[in-house]
């Protein structure tokens, strides 16, 4: 890493987010294709993963610097915050709520799922080999693991604040991204299997489907109702709510941070250093006021691509990750792929219980999972596999997964630090 940094090619960051830009749009353009080549391609290999990898690959090879870039500050402290502003705005709780029972059930219980899988996996793996979930100082495993709950149960946002809250270093955090990436595809490709014989599994679980045909019509009229042509006006409106939710966040962040600081041995007794972090309070601060936005009728500019914006921000942050990523370093690790295995096994465990309890059908099994798992980014995509007219749900469930993202994340991270061995 350190001799890639000191003989990159590309070290004006100016160019370097040029061609960061330049790989997103690339990837996302032949994603929307549908050409049997581009279709199968991505098939196999989800486009988040090449978010990842290819500025991964770039910086292996030395065409550009994690280590030397500041882009992955500045996306971290000012995009990340706007993004989850933007994102929080388009929070819609009548709408969620209009789903009925069932669908936000399944979605808080993929997210118990979550939280208890983490512990579970670490005691389970410690019972055996011990030293896969050690380590010391920025390398303990708990810390890198903190980022994957955060993953799971938002997003790519909220993974990053963990990363930042908890400290994980760099190489941790790059075995880590892979666990949960290559994890969480493979889970999703059994969804997506699944959404094909949905009928035969909801005859299994006894699932009642009679809501989903409804629930079609009521989420295609609500979108109908809020979308428009966006103007020069309504982006500078997005950005003025993104950036100064963010404004707001970086002050409120200035004043709690010393503040807590004074308190340090305080925090240390009963483990809450977090709130000592200044990230942590952008981050918290961030997300309750892009909540707080939603109530208002700020809301009606997700009609005009609000959320669109926060994701186009995520990404830029995806990519800048990814530029400080050791695409090697699984290799030195591979018994965390057992713990995301064993992590993701309780978190299935508990949604199929639950299901059957219930009686829910297949639809909010699966899009409750990803909502968690898999976030904006492939919610949409798993809901879609049950009806082009259903993705919104699974928009819908993912965004609120990134206001519960950051506190569910907390939660797990505070459970594993205990049980780490």
Same mark, same amino acid.
């Given at each position: 890493?350190?001799?890639?940094?000191?003989?990159?090619?590309?070290?004006?960051?100016?160019?370097?987010?040029?061609?960061?830009?330049?790989?997103?749009?690339?990837?996302?353009?032949?994603?929307?294709?549908?050409s049997n080549f581009w279709v199968k391609f991505y098939k196999f290999i989800p486009a988040l993963l090449l978010c990842y990898f290819i500025p991964s690959i770039l910086n292996s090879a030395g065409l550009i610097s994690g280590e030397e870039s500041n882009l992955y500050f500045v996306a971290s402290r000012y995009l990340l915050p706007t993004s989850l502003v933007l994102l929080c705005l388009s929070i819609d709780l009548d709408g969620i709520l209009k789903l009925g029972p069932k669908a936000l059930i399944m979605f808080f219980a993929g997210t118990i799922g979550i939280i208890l899988g983490g512990p579970i996996a670490i005691l389970s793996v410690s019972a055996f080999a011990p030293?896969?979930?050690?380590?010391? /100082?920025?390398?303990?495993?708990?810390?890198?693991?903190?980022?994957?709950?955060?993953?799971?149960?938002?997003?790519?946002?909220?993974?990053?604040?963990?990363?930042? *809250?908890?400290?994980?270093?760099?190489?941790?955090?790059?075995?880590?991204?892979?666990?949960?990436?290559?994890?969480?595809?493979?889970?999703?490709?059994?969804?997506?299997?699944?959404?094909?014989?949905?009928?035969? *599994?909801?005859?299994?679980?006894? /699932?009642?489907?009679?809501?989903?045909?409804?629930?079609?019509?009521?989420?295609?009229?609500?979108?109908?109702?809020?979308?428009?042509?966006?103007?020069?006006?309504?982006?500078?409106?997005?950005?003025?709510?993104?950036?100064?939710?963010?404004?707001?966040?970086?002050?409120?962040?200035?004043?709690?941070?010393?503040?807590?600081?004074?308190?340090?041995?305080?925090?240390?007794?009963?483990? =809450?250093?977090? =709130?000592?972090?200044?990230?942590?309070?952008?981050?918290?601060?961030?997300?309750?006021?892009?909540?707080?936005?939603?109530?208002?009728?700020?809301?009606?500019?997700?009609?005009?691509?609000?959320?669109?914006? /926060?994701?186009?921000?995520?990404?830029?942050?995806?990519?800048?990750?990814?530029?400080?990523?050791?695409?090697?370093?699984?290799?030195?690790?591979?018994?965390?792929?057992?713990?995301?295995?064993?992590?993701?096994?309780?978190?299935?465990?508990?949604?199929? /219980?639950?299901?059957?309890?219930?009686?829910?059908?297949?639809?909010?099994?699966?899009?409750?999972?990803?909502?968690?798992?898999?976030?904006?980014?492939?919610?949409?995509?798993?809901?879609?596999?049950?009806?082009?007219? =259903?993705?919104?749900?699974?928009?819908? =469930?993912?965004?609120?997964?990134?206001?519960?993202?950051?506190?569910?994340?907390?939660?797990?991270?505070?459970?594993?630090?205990?049980?780490?061995?």
């Amino acid at each position: 890493m350190e001799e890639a940094s000191n003989t990159a090619v590309f070290t004006n960051d100016a160019v370097v987010l040029g061609i960061l830009i330049g790989i997103l749009a690339l990837i996302f353009y032949t994603a929307s294709q549908k050409s049997n080549f581009w279709v199968k391609f991505y098939k196999f290999i989800p486009a988040l993963l090449l978010c990842y990898f290819i500025p991964s690959i770039l910086n292996s090879a030395g065409l550009i610097s994690g280590e030397e870039s500041n882009l992955y500050f500045v996306a971290s402290r000012y995009l990340l915050p706007t993004s989850l502003v933007l994102l929080c705005l388009s929070i819609d709780l009548d709408g969620i709520l209009k789903l009925g029972p069932k669908a936000l059930i399944m979605f808080f219980a993929g997210t118990i799922g979550i939280i208890l899988g983490g512990p579970i996996a670490i005691l389970s793996v410690s019972a055996f080999a011990p030293e896969i979930v050690g380590g010391s /100082g920025p390398d303990e495993v708990w810390r890198g693991l903190a980022t994957v709950a955060g993953s799971w149960i938002g997003g790519g946002a909220n993974q990053t604040a963990m990363k930042e *809250i908890y400290q994980a270093s760099d190489e941790l955090f790059s075995a880590m991204i892979t666990v949960d990436v290559i994890v969480a595809n493979l889970w999703m490709a059994f969804l997506l299997i699944g959404a094909g014989m949905s009928e035969r *599994i909801d005859n299994v679980f006894k /699932g009642d489907t009679s809501a989903i045909s409804s629930l079609k019509q009521k989420v295609a009229d609500y979108h109908a109702s809020i979308a428009r042509n966006t103007s020069l006006t309504d982006i500078m409106i997005i950005c003025a709510i993104g950036f100064g939710g963010t404004a707001f966040s970086h002050v409120v962040a200035d004043i709690m941070t010393p503040i807590m600081e004074s308190k340090k041995e305080f925090l240390e007794t009963y483990r =809450l250093t977090s =709130l000592s972090s200044h990230f942590f309070w952008i981050v918290v601060v961030a997300t309750l006021m892009g909540l707080a936005f939603s109530f208002t009728k700020l809301k009606q500019y997700e009609g005009a691509g609000a959320s669109k914006f /926060g994701s186009a921000f995520l990404y830029v942050l995806v990519a800048t990750i990814g530029m400080k990523m050791d695409i090697m370093a699984i290799f030195d690790n591979i018994g965390l792929f057992l713990v995301g295995i064993i992590w993701m096994l309780v978190h299935v465990i508990i949604l199929l /219980g639950v299901a059957k309890l219930i009686k829910a059908p297949f639809f909010f099994v699966a899009v409750g999972s990803q909502a968690n798992v898999g976030g904006a980014a492939s919610a949409p995509i798993v809901a879609s596999a049950f009806s082009p007219s =259903l993705a919104p749900v699974g928009v819908l =469930l993912a965004v609120f997964g990134y206001a519960v993202g950051t506190f569910g994340a907390i939660f797990c991270a505070q459970l594993m630090q205990v049980v780490s061995p």
